[in-house]
């Protein structure tokens, strides 16, 4: 990768000379990391890294070679590179499949409006989607979780809205997020001890947690803590940046709403749902969406409702509402959970927690027939929610753990999953799924020694976006970083489920279309054979252009593909103001799998420079 601004060739420098020079820029990159202002300059000497690039993607363990054959070769002629060109301003968060003009021309009934509607192929943009004005490197975790640069996402509505709440306040370039929220006013720590007391999340049983309509996230933001890592969404609504905010401050969120179609998770994923005044109708559509958390939801795993209708004798006044309208609403709810084998385990305030039980052997009898789904498959991409029950998996006793017992984390993260060790994964076998977890670990270790900080708690939001396994997020597995899991729908094998069980998150995504989240909400992607998986089945340009647009600026890319496949990426990333550097499979110049280091330069809307604002 050529350097800008060295004040000699860098052909002519000594190795002692080149070493030092690494050494500093390492060093200051990691101090500069660590001293962000959050005050609208960005990450200046972070900026220089990524111009320079011999500290993130150094020349000093690895080298460049061709291979012995063509498949081998890597083509770096310096051929024609087509620049493309940035958007206009006014697509600074531009969301492509929740677009607010194009969501209002669908029905609203059911919050169809608000679901994914993506935009057909001749309407994509084919532009660089600009970072704001002051754009500012976000602060390390945890002081992301209570500072977020304000010019990052610049709007004050909630400030005003959500004032009485404490669940943002405005303090000069900052947003602070004091960690209350509707149903917690005494804090988000307190809340979550609360529900500690009945959920056993300081054992580590309960990792995974969905929060469905989870605001700014503070929730999610507080349950790192306990070591439960939350998947939150929230409609793109008339508040603005709610998931914005939570991806700002470090916390897993996608834009998303149960409305028609089945949320894009796998059956029996998640150890814990949680609603916390979501303002969901709960006992709407025969009881449709609290039969979508059940099928979501890990038999033996846990259920929150906070807020109405919850302790309605004492609160219908303030809520504003009929009394017989609390009354009914929470007699639904209550007959659902029965037919749903949920038993209720708590109720304080307005607060409830039902448990869902481990198998069906104790309520059968309870469950007729019509109201089965009649199928039971993982296939939910775009596919109609419907209010039926999803069988449990099949148990040998009424003492057995349909899906297999629970495991503790971080135990569960290399234990074997009950999905493999049932044969419920076709081709997968236990000595697969082991072999796949050491070959992760040696291409993770590879990583580290090409990019340098890479464990420095620079990158907090990462994204694989072909997961497999889970083998890459198991082997980089941390307190300062959590992983977004994304299993193309096209993929050979489905196996979000599996990465569940180790209590890891993901979603289900084909990237022949836009992810459900802002721009700037992921600092490191990695993408391990992806474009040849979309060979044929979507333009590379459009999925690029996509990995720029939820990259932050001076965000790092990660591709693992075949050389002719990672040639065509290269020339196309060079027009997208990418910075790139080759590398060599581990095992040696020979094999035609290569990797592609890529560091996305900072620039700002209004300026077609990638120099930090002064």
């Known amino acids: ?23 500093l820029c390492c060093f200051f990159y990691i101090l500069g990391a660590w001293q962000r202002s959050g005050f609208g300059k960005g990450d200046t000497i972070a900026i220089e890294v990524s111009k320079n690039a011999e500290c993130v993607l150094n020349n000093l363990n690895y080298e460049t070679h061709s291979g012995g054959d063509d498949d081998g070769k890597i083509d770096d002629s310096g051929s024609t590179v087509q620049e ?57 975790w945890p002081k992301s979780r209570d500072y977020v640069p304000y010019a990052n996402a610049p709007y004050k509505s909630l400030t005003v809205e959500k004032a009485i709440q404490n669940w943002i306040q405005y303090e000069g370039n900052v947003f602070r997020f004091p960690g209350g929220g509707t149903q917690f006013p005494h804090g988000a720590d307190a809340y979550i001890n609360e529900l500690a007391s009945v959920i056993p999340m300081d054992s580590g049983m309960v990792r995974t947690a969905l929060d469905t ?38 916390v897993p969120a996608v834009i998303g709403v149960l409305g028609t179609v089945k949320l894009p998770y796998p059956s029996r994923s998640f150890d814990m749902a949680h609603c916390s005044r979501c303002l969901i109708p709960w006992g709407a559509n025969d009881g449709m969406y609290m039969m979508e ?30 009394i017989k309208e609390l009354e009914a609403e929470q007699n639904k709810l209550e007959d659902i959970a029965k037919s749903l084998c949920w038993e209720k385990k708590h109720e304080k305030g307005e607060t409830a927690i039902w448990q869902k039980r481990i198998n069906d052997h104790s309520c059968r009898e309870r469950v007729t027939q019509s109201t089965m789904c009649s199928k039971n498959e993982e296939n939910v991409w775009y596919e109609k929610m419907e209010a ?28 074997v999953p009950f999905r493999i ?16 977890n050491r070959l992760w670990k040696k291409h993770v270790n590879a990583y580290k020694r090409v990019n340098k900080i890479l464990e420095s708690g620079r990158y907090r939001n990462i994204m694989d976006m072909n997961a497999g396994l889970g083998g890459f997020a198991a082997a980089i597995d941390s307190p300062k970083l959590w992983v977004m899991n994304v299993m193309p729908t096209i993929a050979e094998k489905d196996t979000l489920g599996v990465i569940y069980e180790r209590g890891l998150i993901g979603i289900y995504h084909d990237w022949c279309e836009a992810f459900s989240t802002y721009p700037r909400t992921y600092d490191l992607i990695h993408a391990n054979g992806v474009f040849s998986l979309y060979n044929d089945k979507c333009d590379t340009v459009d999925i690029l252009l996509e990995m720029d647009r939820i990259l932050r600026p001076e965000g790092a890319v990660i591709f693992r593909d075949q050389a002719d496949v990672l040639n065509k990426v290269n020339k196309i990333v060079k027009g997208m103001r990418w910075n790139t550097k ?13 990797i592609l280091f890529a560091v996305k330069q900072y620039w700002v809307a209004g300026d077609n420079s990638t120099e930090s604002p002064e």
């Open 421 to 436: 060790s049932s044969g419920s994964v076709p081709g997968v076998s236990e000595e697969v799924y082991l072999k796949d």
């Open 388 to 415: 039926c029950i999803t069988p449990y998996p099949e148990t040998s006793g009424p003492d057995k753990a349909a899906g297999g017992a629970w495991k503790p984390f971080p135990e569960r993260l290399n234990a």
């Open 84 to 140: 493309i060109k940035p958007c206009e301003d006014r697509f600074i968060d531009y969301t492509p499949c929740q677009d607010q003009m194009r969501a209002m021309t669908f029905p609203r009934e059911n919050m169809n409006y608000r679901e994914r509607h993506c935009p057909p192929q001749k309407e994509k943009l084919r532009c660089l989607i600009p970072a704001p004005k002051g754009y500012a490197t976000p602060f390390s």
């Open 1 to 23: 990768m050529a350097t800008k601004g060295n004040s000699g060739d860098r052909k002519t420098r000594s190795p002692l000379a080149l070493i030092i020079v690494i050494g």
């Open 582 to 594: 080759w590398v060599d499979h581990e095992d040696g110049p020979l094999l035609s799998e290569k």
């Open 293 to 322: 958390v059940d099928r979501v939801l890990r038999p033996g795993g846990y259920w929150v409702l906070s807020g109405p209708p919850i302790n309605w004798k004492t609160n219908f006044k303030g809520w504003q509402r009929p």
């Open 213 to 250: 309509g989870c605001g700014v996230a503070s929730w999610g933001a507080y349950l790192f803590k306990k070591n439960v890592v939350a998947m939150s969404f929230a409609p793109r609504d008339s508040h603005e940046a709610q998931v914005q905010f939570a991806l700002e401050r470090g």
